[in-house]
């Protein structure tokens, strides 16, 4: 009997997966007013009105209840370098029972989970600010701060965070060994969607890949749903002249320009328009390579030195519901980076020994404690797999293969029987 393993859980063409940056026990209060305000939160405010969890909440969630997210979180104090004019509000995750609850709600549901993103994500040292993970002068000093971090998850979620991401993909000659030693599953490592525009668009810079001795993922960053217009041009060169009256000024712009306000609409639509069909090409041959479509966002808007940060849920929420609605259709997998680095990981360390009609020999080297791994089976009818323990997995009808099953079994070591389902 033909057997094979499907690329993606469910041999779908591509998982796909929304991360979030820096959800954390921060908010920038800009205003000075000590009220929750969107583009200022960055979860200082949690689930509660006018956060921007809530906005993220009310603008996809709610339309789009197969989304799941990746939220990276900084767990300890973040760094917090405008604290002298007291429009920072921060805390650790474990600050007070309203945080650790709200942290440990996210990390529970299944269509969430929190992923590390440093103990303080930087420090200022001589009056200079370093990522978090260029602020280390070894592998052992970093390990020792991912220990900190690590300890106060294991108090907030009850267990270790298996995957992460550097502050800002910013890191040193030591930075990727202590993610190797430190016992991470999967860990974010560059802005891979940049580096693929930079080498005009090679999607081999988009392919999963591992590192270190201990096979880390490391999980790219294939799509970002920030399109420039003309009008976010003009947007980030009046709020540099930091402008308090961006209307009045963009009018201004536009009606001294030689065209009309009905042309320059055109314009700006238009420019915009070309933009989301280069995105939706990009999706497509995404899907068509069968490659993780991971698309990155940050949590808040404004900075906590005032300027604006792109990517963001509230400038992009328009293109993130564009692209959720163009995904629907597909065949996808929505799925959080654990779950995708894990299935990753059962796959390239799986390997199908031997098949015949009776069953299948799987042999497995790896280290994730419950692999997952959907195989294809060629026959017409249902089958029922039971693996060397005695679990029984019993297959699904194949959406695209009409002569080929499906079947998702739990991987072990040895013989899998198999049985006609009548």
Known sequence: MEIEKAKWFNNADSPVVLMIDDLANLGADIGRDNKSNICNDWGYWRDLPNSSFAFLQEKL????????????????????????????????????DSTINFFRKLHQSPNFEIAYHGL??????????????????????ALGNIAVGQKICQQVFGESLIGGKYPAYASNGYSDESIDKSGFIWWCRHWTYGEFLAKKKDYSVLE????????????????????????HIFRRIIER???????????????????????????????FRNQRQQLTRHLEELLRRKEVISIQEHMGAIRADGLRQTPNIIDD???????????????????????????YLSFNQTEIISADEKGFVIRYAGRIKEPLLTLLVKTDKFIQAISPSGKSYKSIKCPLEDSWGLINIGVENGRYQLKLIN
Request: hydrophobic fraction near 40%; proline fraction near 4%.
């Open 61 to 96: 969630f709610v339309k789009f209840p197969k989304i799941k997210t990746t939220f990276f979180t900084i767990i300890g104090q973040p760094i917090n370098y405008l604290a002298e004019r007291r429009r920072v509000r921060c805390g650790p995750i474990n600050e007070n």
């Open 120 to 141: 303080n994500h930087g420090l200022i040292r001589d009056g200079k600010y370093f990522n978090e993970w260029r602020s280390f002068n070894s592998a052992f000093e």
């Open 208 to 231: 999963m890949k591992t590192f270190g001795k201990n096979y880390v993922v490391d999980f790219p960053s294939t799509v970002s749903p920030h399109l420039i217009s003309l009008k």
């Open 241 to 271: 002249l930091r402008s308090v009256n961006l209307p009045v000024i963009e009018n201004s712009l536009a009606e001294r320009s030689c065209f009309s306000a009905k042309r320059w609409k055109f314009m700006t639509d238009g420019f």
């Open 317 to 343: 929420m328009e293109n993130l519901q564009y692209i959720f609605s163009f995904l629907a259709n597909k065949n996808v997998w929505n799925a959080t980076c654990s779950e995708i680095a894990n299935y």
